[in-house]
């Protein structure tokens, strides 16, 4: 976050996400933050690809660049981290994204 996020939203102080346009998600992300990041894409782009070699997503066949995903560190405004994590649980980007009608489901990073 420190060393990609901020220095890239600094001027704004708004999430990545909300920089470079926000989409509609549609695999909610969770990560080992340990790794290191290019295995980190690398495994999304796999996801990606065998998501969009075996099945439809959303009703369509599609490009795997087209597949969204949903990660904290880009999604939620890290400028304003309390106010993302909201009051509980039902507040939380978290829960808002794995609730979203559009949310196929939880790709897990190891």
Not at 75 to 95: A, C, K, M, P, Y
Request: charged letters at 15%.
């Amino acid at each position: 976050v420190s060393n990609i996020i901020y220095p890239l939203t600094e001027p704004w102080q708004l999430s990545y996400a909300e920089v470079v346009g926000p989409k509609p998600t549609m695999w909610f992300v969770s990560h080992y933050w340990g790794s290191p990041f290019r295995a980190f894409v690398q495994s999304l782009k796999k996801h990606a690809q065998g998501v969009c070699r075996s099945a439809e997503v959303n009703g369509a066949a599609m490009p795997y660049m087209q597949v969204t995903y949903w990660v904290c560190s880009f999604s939620n405004n890290q400028w304003r981290v309390l106010e993302e994590l909201g009051t509980g649980i039902h507040d939380s980007s978290f829960f808002k994204c794995l609730r979203t009608s559009r949310c196929c489901g939880t790709v897990l990073v190891l």
